[in-house]
């Protein structure tokens, strides 16, 4: 089936760094990308849309300056947290649709665990 | 944009016992609704799924209704097991591409 693949699985950095997290698509291509972050004993809040070869589109309150997103090729889209802070720790998730675009069906990455300190 | 409402937000269960989740969405557009299980620290599981031209859809004790009047839609989960513990999220996709997800429900079965 379709699969995602999401890396690093978790990642500790500096506060002041920059951090970036990769989602893959295997064995299909994924023109869009959605970027999710989760908070702990939280719902998934959707930060932006990536689609190849245009800019993202992001969610209101989400800063595009901050959250770069980049989806140069139908199989890979990468989120970078810049200038990283504790209050960015959290869980970053990817999910492409499947079945032929948008048309229903969504795989998702296995998450990215950030932790600024 | 979708609103996704969730209810309740813990459920605890005897093991056997059945437990049901609640969820209403507010675009009348909205023609897509599933179900993730999400275990702590992993990616959301699809358990079942159900479309807008469907009322009823069943998958062994796992059952999903929806109301497109009431825009209300439902999960049914009979015959409760302890490795049924997790947190349940509904959703809802919109005519705007998007997959909206309810709060979340920690379900808990006791032994």
């Known amino acids: ?117 | 944009g979708e609103n996704v409402e969730q209810h309740p937000s813990t459920l605890s269960v005897q093991e056997g016992d059945s437990a049901v989740i609640k969820c209403t969405y507010s675009d009348s557009a909205s023609n897509y609704f599933p179900w993730y299980k999400q275990e702590l620290g992993k990616r959301p599981q699809l358990i079942i799924d159900i479309r807008s031209n469907v009322g009823e859809k069943k998958d062994q004790r796992i059952a999903v209704t929806l109301n497109k009047t009431a825009k209300h839609f439902s999960l049914h989960i009979t015959e409760t097991q302890p490795e049924d513990s997790a947190v349940y999220f509904c959703a809802a996709f919109s005519n705007d591409y998007k997959l909206s997800f309810g709060a979340g429900t920690t379900v808990t079965v006791r032994a």
């Open chain 1, 1 to 117: 089936g379709a699969v995602v693949s999401q890396h690093p699985s978790w990642v500790i950095c500096k506060s002041g760094t920059s951090v970036k997290i990769e989602c893959r698509s295997l064995d299909f291509q994924a023109t869009t990308m959605f970027w999710y972050r989760q908070f702990p004993k939280q719902s998934l809040m959707l930060m932006a849309t990536s689609n190849e070869g245009s800019k993202a589109t992001y969610e209101q309150g989400v800063e595009k300056d901050k959250f770069l997103i980049n989806h140069a090729s139908l199989t890979l889209s990468t989120l970078t947290v810049t200038s990283a802070h504790p209050e960015d720790s959290s869980f970053y998730i990817c999910s492409a649709p499947i079945s032929g675009g948008l048309n229903y069906g969504y795989t998702f990455g296995s998450g990215t665990r950030l932790t600024v300190v």
